[in-house]
């Protein structure tokens, strides 16, 4: 898109106004889930509701339990973020997002003696998910959304799962001419049946170190860097807990250069930055629990490599049918100086100082802002999306 991010930040506004006759947009923010993420997702979940500004929006809080019950409150005062961040939610309501049009809306769940009554508990025009990894992320609750008919921030079903999916999404790239390093996908079964020959197959990617990754998690999640036969049985087994599929790539002595990316059809990128982890990569505890690693913004790299790394994300972005907002994260090889583009995030980390709103700050456009680029898009996409014929009438 040609637009900068201040001529975007200018223009929602209008557009928001005229499609909703100067009401308050009501947007429903998604937190928590059935993901090792949970709790990065409330931190995220926070930060968003902090920057939506009340005299635009009506905010409704839904929260998943670690479970994957939704949950509402129905009192005021109540939070719905802080009773999952203290586990205490035994006295908020059940709610559901029903995958039929003809019945929109929010529902809370009243329990009967016989029956569970369905009751309207808030009408939606916008779904604002905050919940990375598993049933958040991957295309499951897109599903349900679309189902129901709903517009909501970020990627598609299809664009979702290719991303999440870090087998597929290696596939997608190399298809695409994307350059990624060499890796294979072992089964959870196959680890289990036949140990022995998995562990063959990954030590045939590439020498030590190995990396091992569940095929379906973000935030650093069960990654183990491997560098003996011993470091890859224990890699193997702790990332097959969290997924049955297992990525093991070719470690490489690598710098990791991130970069922001937003837009539908049309997309732009940041200025990418660089991460500087305190230990051998970034891990969980140095993205959301320690101060130790840097972040670096703009990234020390030569502008030629920038616009590079900004051509080769929206590029991925695209061949991936991203849409609204993703991280795309790549490596940078300190021996060869060569680039491999290493995931795509399309619920990335959302707190204030994360490194995609951070970007985007350094880039020209402000974290509240960049909330309500995200929203304006995600409407645009609704509209896009109702153009498609459901029904076929054949003329007789």
Known sequence: MDASPGEWASSWQDEIRDMKDGRKLRVGVLFGGRSGEHDVSL?????????????????????ITRAGA?????????????????????????????????????RSVRNGEAVHALELFAQLDVIFPVLHGTFGEDGTLQGLLEMAD?????????????????????????????????STLVLRSEIEAAPEKAMKRCEAVAPYPLFTKPANLGSSVGITKC??????????MEAAQYDRRVLVERGINGREIEVSVLGNAEAIASVPG??????DFYTYESKYHDDLSQLLIPA????????????????????????????VDFLLDRNSEELYLNEINTIPGFTRISMYPKLWEASGLPYPELCDRLVELALERKTERDQTVREFRRDV
């Open 70 to 106: 939704w949950i509402v409150s129905g009192s005021p005062g109540v939070s719905v973020l802080d009773a999952l961040g203290s586990g205490d939610h035994a006295s908020l309501n059940t709610a559901v997002i029903l995958p039929d049009p003809t019945i929109p809306g929010l």
């Open 274 to 279: 660089e991460i500087i982890p305190h230990g």
């Open 43 to 63: 931190m995220s979940a926070r930060s968003v509701m902090s920057a939506l500004d009340p005299d635009k929006y009506a905010i409704t809080e839904i929260g």
């Open 227 to 236: 560098r003996t036969r011993s470091d890859l049985v224990e890699g193997l």
């Open 150 to 182: 709903l517009a909501y921030v970020g990627s598609g079903v299809l664009g979702s799962a290719v991303a999440m999916d870090k087998g597929v999404f290696k596939d997608v790239m190399r298809a695409n001419s994307v350059p990624v390093l060499e």
């Open 300 to 327: 020390p790299i030569s502008t030629e490599l920038a616009d590079s790394v900004r051509e080769i994300a929206v590029k991925a972005y695209k061949a991936s049918d991203c849409a609204g907002l993703a991280r």
